[in-house]
């Protein structure tokens, strides 16, 4: 199993640019969700999914979009950067029935300009 | 407003002390979970803990559902155990995380 997996691992955005962070697990997992982690703040969610075709927003959504085709993947999008976006973005994914631990993808280190 | 708040936030040992990681939270959970991040890297799940206690290697967790409260627990620790060690809970269909307690522990 190759996990969650992220790309990319590093990311340079001028003001303005729009991009994709794409994330991706193998485990079948129904929950995947999106976080940035920004120094003395801790992880704050963006977006979540319980399911294909189920999204729902998170505490700090705004300038995010995402959608859930498939099981497997999870992408993000930025719609129009702003240096307010500068932080590192993680991708998680777990089992929501039950309890589950949450695996983590590497993370992707981004720089709005 | 807080849901999930660490102590201390940053935390230095010498190695082989015992040390303590508290975690209070005020939403209602099914579990709670410890991670680690090491400088640079990616998070880790150490322990899932929804009642009582978990122990693996040095490495102990409990938690009071009651006091809304939780405790990490490293003996005997080492160097390679400096890291940013994560409180995170499990309320409806979200994480909330605490910000994290720094440790470096001192050769």
């Known amino acids: 199993n190759a996990g969650v997996t992220q790309t990319p691992k590093f990311q340079v955005l001028k003001t303005g640019q729009s991009m994709t962070l794409q994330c991706a697990q193998d485990m079948n997992h129904e929950y995947m969700s999106w976080y940035r982690q920004d120094p003395g703040m801790g992880l704050r969610l963006i977006h979540y999914s319980v399911g294909a075709g189920i999204t729902d927003q998170g505490e700090v959504p705004n300038g995010y979009n995402v959608s859930r085709s498939t099981t497997e993947d999870f992408p993000l999008r930025l719609l129009s950067a702003a240096p307010s976006q500068t932080s590192v973005y993680f991708c998680?994914?777990?089992?929501?029935?039950?309890?589950?631990?949450?695996?983590f993808g590497p993370g992707t280190r981004l720089t709005v300009l | 407003k807080n849901e999930v708040e660490q102590s201390p936030q940053n935390l230095t040992a010498q190695e082989g002390e015992f040390i303590t990681i508290n975690c209070s939270y005020s939403?209602?959970?099914?579990?709670l979970h410890w991670l680690q991040q090491h400088p640079g890297g990616g998070i880790v799940s150490l322990f899932m803990?929804?009642?009582g206690k978990k122990k693996h290697g040095r490495l102990i967790a409990t938690i009071n559902i009651q006091e809304k409260h939780s405790s990490l627990h490293i003996t005997a620790s080492h160097p390679r155990d400096s890291a940013v060690y994560i409180c995170a809970v499990r309320g409806g269909n979200q994480f909330y995380f605490g910000t994290g307690t720094s440790l470096t522990v001192i050769p």
């Open positions: 998680a994914s777990s089992y929501w029935r039950g309890y589950s631990e949450q695996f």
């Open positions: 803990l929804s009642s």
């Open positions: 939403v209602g959970i099914s579990a």
